[in-house]
């Protein structure tokens, strides 16, 4: 006796339901995999104590606010981390490297601009210095040894870089990154590229303080919230709530 085609019919969107989501928590489920086992701080990668800048710009050479541009893949984080420290008056959202064409997301997601996603971070040099943020930077808020990714991001817009603004910039960088590849602070060498800051150019209002305004967002609940948390408990003196 044959099934009547209504319930046929029925059976059938049913069944394709069914595995439409059975194929949304397998992937779910893998997604979470994958990047928990990706979502290590830059601190599990050290071995021992994370070092001083030995160079740094003393606070008597640079005269009122002070900007550094920082990459170290999706923006969300890295905004987040420097917005949580003393001395720092605002942090911006944004994409350096590229032209003010193409300084757009939709554009920038597919890898091909020269963009990197960055902050631009504004701070009084009397409070807190480039060394110190440079020293932030490469302890929490990213893994300096991982080439154009940063965990399940991949590309070139999720790059590690630093954009100075300046020769003093340029030297303090560059310095510390040296000191700490001699002194074998990571496991592997650092890719953090170091380029000219030829513009900064702000992101849409939608990724401008991402973390304040969407705390349970999965992937900062898996990637950015253990970054604020190991801020908090090894730059005491630097976190601000």
Known sequence: MSMPTTLLSRSIRRLSILSLVVLALIGGAFYLRLSRSSAETPQSLVQGTFPDPAVNMPASQAKGMQTA????GCFWGVEAVFEHLNGVSDVVS???GGS?????YGLVSFGQT?????VRVTYDPAKISYGQLLKVYFAVAHDPTQVNRQGPDAGKQYRSAIFYENDEQKQVAQAYIDQLNQAGTFRK????????LNGF?????DHQNFIDRNPNYPYVVIHDLPKLKQLKEQFVALYKK
């Open 69 to 72: 541009v920082l990459a170290g």
């Open 94 to 96: 944004g994409y350096a």
């Open 100 to 104: 003010a064409e193409t300084a757009n």
């Open 114 to 118: 020269g963009h990197a996603e960055s």
């Open 189 to 196: 060498s650092i890719a953090t590229q170091l380029a000219p």
């Open 201 to 205: 150019y702000a992101a849409e209002a």
